[in-house]
């Protein structure tokens, strides 16, 4: 446990380190590189759903305010040893996910590329070494394309200020773009603001403070109920029944500390790293000991066994490495996130749960069975039709789950 403390800590102080001046819906880029994609080079602005300034089908509510996209202090920057000469446009483009299709073509059927190839720019579609990209049949006016150039003898150049409103609810994307092979060492600074009309959290998160505020007021009224059943059969209270009395408890806390998150977050523009690290250690914790609880319960324990015996450490250590790679995944999800889509390391980081998660059911199905049987073999009725009920209803609640997560898989793979 030393070791396991110790581990926390250092996670928890690298976390902070790195997001202690991260901004919701601010993104920031720090001398990122742009990365070759294609014939093109690339730097991923942001991905963020927004929500229009004005009514529209999509979004009849959302008019408190602006919404925009706006740059702020964007500067490219090339090596000294790369500024003897003047180079193509570097541009900044905004689509929504409905337009990416508007971006990139293709000569006689060929491969698809961003920027303007030769054979393209014969065609008289586009000039070569510029972005491709043509007016929105849905949207009109969009994508936004605008840049800037360097230059002869220039290391440095900057966008003009610039502000984009909003004016349809949808899924919007920014990529800083060049096609040009002499500045394969540009990097990029500065920072977006993406605001919604209510605030400055994300489309994907926007929902989510109501959300945690109606499930503070659930949990509270459960927990009075529970601890006012609590008092009143003190002294039949069986250990499991006190592990759940600690869930309620870290449940109660857990929602309360979501929605300052996001009311802070939403507020202000600034992610409360303190608040959101304690949500996230709360939620780590509440999920592995409704884990184990039920785990212990299918195993019988208190109704065909007085005690796990030598399992206890096995369900200790699994619940322990659930626990830290729980927290780990949700530090990356939650603790300094801008975007609205995930990264390649979140898609690392799950995978370690996934298989953990389904150590649990399997743990949990294999255990049922048997305690199923030996109640079955001693003649226990009542127990075993509560048992039966506790496996239906825990089937129910996988099959539900699995369904969800191919709905959100196929939600990201969409977008």
């Not at 030598?310 to 699994?318: E, H, Q």
Request: glycine fraction near 8%; charge should be neutral; include cysteine.
């Amino acid at each position: 446990m030393p070791k396991l403390r110790n581990t926390l800590f250092l996670l928890y102080l690298l976390f902070f380190c790195f997001v202690f001046f991260s901004e919701a819906s601010v993104h920031e880029y720090n001398g990122q590189k742009f990365v070759s994609k294609g014939n093109a080079f690339v730097v991923h602005g942001g991905s963020e759903g927004i929500y229009s300034s004005f009514a529209d089908t999509h979004n009849v509510t959302a008019t408190a305010g602006d919404s925009f996209v706006r740059f702020e202090k964007i500067t490219f920057r090339r090596p000294k040893e790369s500024s003897n000469f003047s180079s193509h446009s570097i541009q900044a483009i905004v689509f929504e996910v409905e337009d990416r299709e508007a971006i990139g073509g293709s000569a006689y059927g060929g491969q698809r590329a961003v920027c303007c190839t030769a054979d393209l720019a014969k065609l008289g579609v586009c000039s070569e070494g510029e972005i491709i990209h043509r007016p929105s049949t849905k949207n009109p006016g969009w994508p936004k394309v605008f840049g800037v150039s360097f230059s002869e003898d220039d290391e440095v150049t900057t966008l003009p200020l610039k502000s984009i409103q909003i004016t349809k609810t949808g899924m919007y994307n920014l990529y800083f773009i060049h096609c040009d092979l002499n500045l394969k060492d540009l990097t990029v600074e500065g920072k977006t603001v993406w605001k919604n009309p209510t605030g400055y959290l994300p489309g994907r998160m926007a929902p989510l403070m109501n959300f945690y505020g109606f499930m503070s007021l659930a949990f509270v009224i459960l927990g009075i109920f529970w601890f006012l059943q609590y008092a009143r059969f003190w002294r039949e209270v069986l250990p499991l029944q006190n592990c759940i009395t600690l869930v309620i408890t870290l449940g109660m806390l857990e929602m309360a500390l979501w929605y300052f998150d996001y009311a802070e977050f939403n507020g202000s523009g600034t992610r409360p790293v303190g608040i959101t690290m304690w949500a996230v250690t709360f939620d780590a914790i509440k999920r592995t000991i409704a884990r184990i609880i039920i785990l212990m319960v299918s195993m019988g324990y208190g109704v065909v066994r007085p005690t796990l015996g030598g399992l206890t450490s096995k369900v200790t250590m699994l619940g322990a490495t659930f626990f830290l790679a729980s927290e780990i995944l949700e530090l990356v999800e939650n603790v300094g996130a801008v975007s609205d889509l995930s990264g390649k390391a979140r898609l690392f980081l799950v995978l370690p749960v996934a298989i953990l998660d389904a150590f649990f059911i399997l743990w949990i199905f294999t255990s049922l069975s048997s305690t199923l049987n030996k109640l079955q073999t001693r003649r226990m009725v009542a127990k075993l039709d509560i048992y039966r009920k506790f496996t239906n209803a825990l089937a129910v609640a996988v099959i539900v789950s699995v369904g969800w997560i191919c709905y959100e898989v196929n939600q990201v793979h969409y977008l």
